[in-house]
């Protein structure tokens, strides 16, 4: 008998528990209505990273009766994901985990009380949301959301054209993601300055300020246009009121996969269809993710939170926090990601397993995480620094079974470098024993990145670069800039290495413009000079 995904899966139990599926014996009904009545956890992004992560841990908690509620998923940019990953199938996930053996785990997750497109453009959706915020038993909302979710400017640091109009017009017809939570939390202020905790659990450091400052940009831009009262700022600012907790994020959940699909409808599953949205999200009715997972969040939550570390979540103090996620997002994890994002796209590659099967690409990601980016690292005793690393480019990276790509990790990277490396370069900037001008691997990379912005590989062929929010104002910038260039490279290269919107400071100030310079000049010389480029410099190096 086949288990159909787009039915009522808890009707299906039994054929569910035949196929390995981990499932659970709670009444949906009973949880919907606790929900209905008080909510506890919202949270908005309802892409893969909650359906792969967020999702699990609401469930557990639920499992272990520490959880009476279910998650509301809220989405603010896509609404097909509502429509079409989420209705259909009674908000339910199938969750499949990734072994290195080959092995899928799969387990039913019903932790999704209620899903909705919350954007003002769908007033019933949205003022259900608002009537959410408005209630007392509201404790926190998560985020994920992706960086460019909480950035209001544009590459000139000047507020985009739809911050400005939803700043003019105000909380009623917001559109921006950052002012339609602003204006939620303008409902919350109203219902009588109640209090929550805003987690952002994205990818980037500090997080937590940064979800802050967008919020309280937004807010006073309000507060000028006589929107809102200056009381509302003073409540966003009063963090026993409306904390802005940081974090610390870490599982790799890819696109769905097409051998994911595949494995499960030989399983005999059916509705297991891939979705790619016309806003180009890729999503389907499972969820694929790796088995390794971390989530760390400064405990700060001033109405109260359920025991998250039940389901495996650190909790700890800011410090602590903001020293993982500096572990992770600057030097042992995603800069090595993008290093493998920009290389492997210059050099045909489609999956990040398979780029680490090439010699090349495997010794140049030790030297940006192992050899330039541990020196900076300030062990934050929770994570083993070297113990994590070695994690990732011994067993996560080189997992076959995980399907992910360059091209998905090349999405949004001017967005990332000032994170991913920017933050390791002002740290030997500002060091006494590291020399920022002994830096290799790192400016080879971000030459690689203006490489990369010509869309053309290294044997010359045209290729699709991934979607970036700057990528116009780049390409421009480059426009005249082709393999062999021979014109005046510095001119054409200078205002984008010394943005410091792009990199969090200015590379020529900081002793490495001239250096990157050069080695963009050199991944120019015409095809095959990017290999012939990046295996010249690792020989160097281990002379």
């Keep these: 008998?086949?288990?159909?995904?787009?039915?009522?899966?808890s009707s299906q139990t039994s054929e569910l528990a035949e196929r390995d599926v981990q499932i659970t014996n709670i009444n949906i009904d009973i949880l919907r209505d606790k929900?209905?009545?008080?909510?506890?956890?919202?949270?908005?992004?309802?892409?893969?990273?909650?359906?792969?992560?967020?999702?699990?841990?609401?469930?557990?908690?639920?499992?272990?009766?520490?959880?009476?509620?279910?998650?509301?998923?809220?989405?603010?940019?896509d609404e097909n994901i509502i429509d079409e990953a989420y209705l259909?199938?009674?908000?339910?996930?199938?969750?499949?985990?990734?072994?290195?053996?080959?092995?899928?785990?799969?387990?039913?997750?019903?932790?999704?009380?209620?899903?909705?497109?919350?954007?003002?453009?769908?007033?019933?959706?949205?003022?259900?949301?608002?009537?959410?915020?408005?209630?007392?038993?509201?404790?926190?909302?998560?985020?994920?959301i992706t960086e460019k979710g909480y950035s209001l400017t544009d590459i000139n640091g000047n507020y985009t054209a739809l911050v400005e109009k939803?700043?003019?017009?105000?909380p009623d017809s917001a559109e921006h993601t950052m002012a339609i939570v602003a204006s939620l939390l303008l409902a919350r202020f109203y219902a009588g300055q109640l209090p929550i905790a805003m987690v952002t659990t994205d990818n980037f450091s500090q997080n937590g300020q940064k979800f802050q400052e967008s919020i309280l940009g937004i807010a006073k831009g309000w507060v000028t246009q006589e929107h809102a009262p200056q009381a509302f700022v003073d409540y966003l600012e009063d963090s026993n009121k409306v904390s802005f907790p940081w974090s610390m994020i870490d599982r790799i959940t890819p696109n769905p996969s097409e051998s994911v699909k595949t494995a499960l409808e030989n399983e005999g599953f059916e509705g297991v269809e891939l979705i790619h949205t016309p806003k180009h999200t890729n999503i389907a009715p499972f969820a694929n993710t790796e088995v390794s997972h971390y989530?760390?969040?400064e405990d700060s939550f001033p109405n109260g939170r359920p025991e998250l570390e039940a389901a495996g979540v650190i909790l700890t103090d800011r410090d602590t926090v903001d020293k993982a996620d500096t572990m992770k997002v600057t030097t042992c994890l995603n800069p090595l990601h993008t290093s493998l994002a920009i290389f492997g796209n210059l050099l045909g590659f489609t999956s990040i397993s398979g780029e680490m099967a090439d010699e090349d690409l495997v010794d140049l990601v030790k030297q940006v995480g192992y050899v330039e980016g541990l020196p900076v690292v300030v062990n934050p005793e929770i994570i083993n620094p070297k113990d994590f690393i070695d994690e990732v480019v011994k067993k996560r990276l080189v997992n076959s079974n995980i399907p992910d790509t360059p091209q998905r990790?090349?999405?949004?990277?001017?967005?990332?470098?000032a994170i991913r490396f920017g933050e390791t370069i002002k740290k030997y900037v500002e060091s006494d024993t590291l020399y920022v001008k002994e830096l290799t691997f790192i400016p080879l990379t971000l030459a690689a990145w203006v490489r990369y912005l010509l869309g053309v590989d290294d044997n010359g062929e045209s290729f699709a670069i991934s979607p970036d929010p700057l990528l116009a104002d780049l390409q421009a910038q480059l426009s005249d800039v082709t393999l062999g260039f021979s014109g005046n490279l510095h001119d054409k290269v200078a205002p984008i290495l010394s943005n410091e919107k792009i990199f969090g400071l200015d590379l020529y100030q900081a002793g490495l413009g001239e250096k990157v310079e050069g080695y963009i000049a050199e991944l120019l010389r015409g095809p095959g000079a990017v290999r012939h480029t990046l295996q010249a410099l690792l020989a160097e190096n281990k002379k």
């Excluded at 992004?45 to 009476?68: C, D, M, P, T, W």
């Excluded at 939803?166 to 105000?170: N, R, S």
Aim: charged share 20%; net charge negative.
């Design 1 to 9: 008998m086949v288990v159909k995904l787009n039915e009522c899966l």
């Design 35 to 77: 929900t209905a009545s008080k909510p506890q956890w919202v949270h908005f992004g309802g892409g893969n990273l909650y359906r792969g992560f967020h999702a699990e841990v609401a469930q557990e908690l639920i499992n272990q009766g520490k959880l009476e509620t279910g998650v509301v998923v809220c989405e603010t940019y």
């Design 88 to 144: 259909p199938y009674d908000n339910a996930i199938l969750e499949v985990i990734m072994h290195e053996d080959g092995k899928l785990e799969k387990k039913l997750l019903q932790s999704t009380a209620a899903a909705y497109y919350c954007n003002p453009s769908r007033s019933e959706s949205y003022e259900a949301v608002k009537a959410i915020f408005e209630n007392a038993s509201l404790q926190f909302a998560t985020f994920t």
């Design 166 to 170: 939803d700043i003019a017009e105000g």
């Design 295 to 297: 989530l760390v969040i």
């Design 409 to 417: 990790i090349a999405c949004d990277t001017s967005q990332k470098v």
